[in-house]
């Protein structure tokens, strides 16, 4: 029997090869080279150009060079709160069980990282990365692709391309059963402090805080809706705002536990008593958020379980396999401490 091969778009029936790849740019297979190593001393246009015939030939590296085989690269847009530290723990679990190494990059705030980062983590070539909070460009997923080293995302700040596997929590379910316990208990006026309105989370939690409103028949009043960062003092600054009014909330509904923490400072300075004056609920349920007084009620993001789940998948992609889903969204559970109760009757 003989079996008829679809030539290649370079018009043969041969693999692409570097050689092949740059007859057709018009450039040395050193330069081929250099990009499909990361080497920074190529132009951009020129880099483009190569790149594209890569993509266009479906040219893929046999080898790995041996030197980042066991590392992962775990990249925060911000670290520096418990909320990262679970965070890490997560992947270190999967991680040293594998006997793997994790770099820690963070990107001073930014979302999307910088070329520089780029050139770096393709020159180590790591078994893969991991993103937290933060996301790539296209252009910038194309390249890591073009290496063969996979990318995960963590709690994603936006929506992802359906390619890119990612892993979070329900965070619109955790915004609506924070709010209705609030309803339930007989709050009417809850105020809700987001995190930054262009994060995907953020919008989702505030998206259940509506929903749970629209359940009870309440109207959200425009006035109590705010945001900020998900930082202590965000929740701090909005706290005394919304809570200084004449027609102050009974309840806030916080982001996140350090924005819910510095509500609760700013409660103690206005000399309110919670739960007794107001109610307050955090998200994300960190270690602290028991021990503080009085505790918080939070909702627990599975923020470990997110870690680990995401370094599996990474490893799974790492050694070649498919994944059955690209998108992973883990419970989020309601926990009621002390910082919740009936509002006082008038």
Same mark, same amino acid.
């Given at each position: ?19 092949? &790849? ?10 081929? @080279? ?5 080497? @920074? ?28 085989e ?17 965070? &890490? ?16 990059t ?40 073009r ?13 992802? #391309? ?89 309840a806030?509904? #916080?982001?996140?536990?350090?924005? #819910? ?16 004056d ?12 028991a ?23 990474l490893?799974?992609? #790492? ?9 992973i ?18």
């Amino acid at each position: 029997m003989t079996v008829h091969r679809p030539p290649t778009a370079l018009g043969s029936a041969t693999i692409a090869t570097i050689a092949t &790849i740059a007859r057709e740019v018009g450039v040395s297979s050193a330069t081929v @080279s250099k990009v499909l190593n990361g080497r @920074s001393d190529v132009a951009a246009g020129t880099r483009a150009r190569v790149e594209a015939s890569l993509e266009r030939h479906h040219y893929r590296r046999r080898a790995r060079r041996a030197a980042g085989e066991g590392q992962i690269d775990l990249v925060f847009h911000e670290f520096g709160s418990d909320w990262a530290l679970e965070i &890490i723990r997560g992947v270190e679990t999967v991680a040293t069980a594998q006997r793997l190494t994790v770099v820690l990059t963070q990107l001073s705030g930014a979302h999307r990282p910088a070329p520089s980062w780029l050139d770096t983590v393709i020159a180590r070539r790591p078994l893969g990365v991991l993103l937290v909070m933060c996301n790539l460009t296209g252009q910038q997923r194309q390249r890591l692709r073009r290496q063969a080293i996979p990318v995960v995302v963590v709690d994603t700040d936006s929506a992802s #391309a359906a390619s890119v596997p990612t892993v979070g929590s329900n965070n619109w379910n955790g915004g609506l059963l924070a709010t209705r316990h609030l309803l339930e208990l007989g709050h009417r006026r809850i105020a809700i402090i987001s995190g930054p309105q262009g994060v995907l989370c953020a919008r989702a939690r505030a998206a259940g805080f509506r929903c749970a409103h629209e359940e009870f028949g309440v109207p959200v009043d425009p006035c109590l809706v705010r945001s900020g960062t998900f930082h202590l003092d965000a929740g701090y600054r909005q706290g005394i705002e919304l809570l200084s009014g004449p027609d102050r909330p009974t309840a806030i509904f #916080a982001g996140s536990d350090l924005q #819910a923490m510095g509500v609760l400072r700013a409660a103690r300075q206005l000399g309110l008593d919670v739960p007794a004056d107001l109610s307050v609920v955090g998200y994300d349920n960190l270690p602290v958020s028991a021990w503080i007084g009085p505790a918080l009620t939070t909702v627990n993001q599975p923020l470990r379980d997110m870690a680990g789940t995401a370094t599996q998948m990474l490893l799974d992609l #790492a050694r070649g396999e498919a994944l059955p889903t690209s998108r992973i969204d883990l419970v989020a559970e309601l926990v009621v401490r002390e910082s919740t109760a009936p509002p006082r009757r008038s």
